[in-house]
C-alpha cells in the first residue's frame, strides 16, 4: 500500500471517471490574529495497491493534529481493496472537505494517514502569524 501524493488544496472533487480535479495546491496558511478558523480546504491522497493487497478490507484513518499531536479533526473507515490480476495496480482518490476548521496558535500541522499495518503518512501545512513589524531605524 502506498500513498503516491497527499496535499491541501481550496477545492478538489473526483469525477465520474475517476479522475482526480483540483485547484489550488498549498501548504501555508498566514492569519494576523489567532485563534484563526479557515473557511475552508480540502486534503486529498491518492491510494495505490498492488495485488498482494487484494482483497482486503483495510482501515483507514485521516488525521489533523497540531505540533503537539493533538487532534484538530480525525476520520475513519474502511477501504476494500478488489482483486486484481498479477501485473495490475488499484489506485483511489480520496477527497475530505474540512469547513470551519479553527487553528489555535501558529504552528507545523499534519495530516496523518494511516491505512491498515502500513508506515503513516504525513502531509505538513504549516500555519503562520504575521511578519515581524520593520523597526523603522536605519
Known amino acids: 500500500m502506498k500513498i503516491p501524493m497527499a496535499f491541501v488544496a481550496d477545492e478538489a ?3 465520474q471517471e475517476g479522475k482526480l480535479n483540483v485547484l489550488g495546491i498549498f501548504d501555508r496558511i498566514g492569519a494576523n490574529d489567532f485563534p484563526v478558523v479557515h473557511p475552508r480546504l480540502v486534503f486529498c491522497f491518492r ?3 498492488e495485488a498482494g493487497d ?3 478490507s483495510l482501515p483507514v484513518q485521516v488525521r ?3 505540533d503537539a499531536g493533538d487532534p484538530l479533526f ?3 473507515g474502511e477501504m ?3 482483486h486484481l490480476p498479477p501485473a495490475e495496480v488499484f489506485s483511489a482518490n480520496q477527497v475530505f472537505s474540512l469547513v470551519g476548521i479553527q487553528f ?3 504552528g507545523t500541522y ?3 494517514i494511516t491505512i491498515g499495518d502500513s508506515p503513516p503518512h504525513e502531509t505538513t501545512l504549516m500555519v503562520s502569524g504575521p511578519p515581524p513589524a520593520a523597526s523603522g531605524l536605519n
Open 64 to 66: 489533523l493534529v497540531d
Open 13 to 15: 472533487n473526483v469525477s
Open 110 to 112: 499534519r495530516f496523518v
Open 104 to 106: 489555535p496558535r501558529p
Open 54 to 56: 487484494a482483497g482486503r
Open 47 to 49: 491510494v495505490l495497491a
Open 74 to 76: 480525525e476520520a475513519a
Open 80 to 82: 476494500m481493496i478488489p
